[in-house]
């Protein structure tokens, strides 16, 4: 279930008025779900935010660098680290970086009294709401019903990306994400995906 727009955002989009079948309710439900997975996929993001834990092992040392912990991935808020010999270190003994920056965060970084350790078998352990924000920002939302849009009319296109009768006039479509989504997510994209 997208939870970046509702089927009722589609439907109002695409001009659809009255009571709709359950079948293509469902439809509209799968384009917006297809579409929230090809955000994600382009821009490298999660826009909805979730609760959960990261684990680092003793494999990926190298994503520490003088105390700080480079995340794959965007952090909402911080809620808890547990260090890889099942110490707890406080929240309050960590900032979360960029400091004076809005989240979403990359970077862990320890305060002086503590250092990241591993042991043979164990990780890192870093808990709070993974994602670049909680709620997707308009232009994330606006983004998805466009893109579900676009994914509902892809139903009547062939395999030469044309639908309709061509001597009476065929209507084309792109290949890809439209330039105009696309160009509203370009702001979004991680350039990295990965560590910043």
């Avoid at 279930?1 to 009571?19: H, I, W």
């Avoid at 320890?110 to 308009?138: A, C, H």
């Avoid at 139903?155 to 030469?160: K, M, Y």
């Amino acid at each position: 279930m997208s939870r970046y727009a509702g089927t009722n955002d589609l439907r109002t989009y695409l001009n659809f008025v009255g009571t709709q079948g359950t079948a293509l309710n469902g439809f509209l439900q799968t384009c917006l779900d297809n579409a929230e997975g090809l955000i994600n996929d382009y821009t490298r993001r999660n826009f909805a935010g979730t609760p959960g834990t990261a684990y680092y092992n003793r494999y990926q040392q190298d994503r520490v660098r003088d105390n700080a912990l480079w995340l794959d991935q965007d952090l909402f808020s911080l809620t808890g680290i547990v260090n890889g010999d099942s110490q707890v270190i406080p929240v309050g003994s960590a900032w979360v970086e960029p400091r004076n920056d809005a989240p979403p965060y990359r970077i862990v970084r320890l305060k002086s009294s503590y250092v990241y350790v591993w042991n043979t078998d164990s990780d890192v352990i870093i808990s709070g709401t993974f994602g670049y924000s909680t709620t997707p920002p308009p232009a994330i939302a606006q983004s998805t019903v466009r893109l579900g849009a676009y994914l509902y009319r892809q139903r009547d296109v062939g395999i030469t990306d044309v639908a309709g009768f061509q001597e009476g006039g065929e209507v084309t479509f792109a290949s890809g994400i439209p330039s105009d989504v696309r160009w509203l997510l370009n702001p979004y994209r991680s350039k990295s995906g990965g560590m910043v």
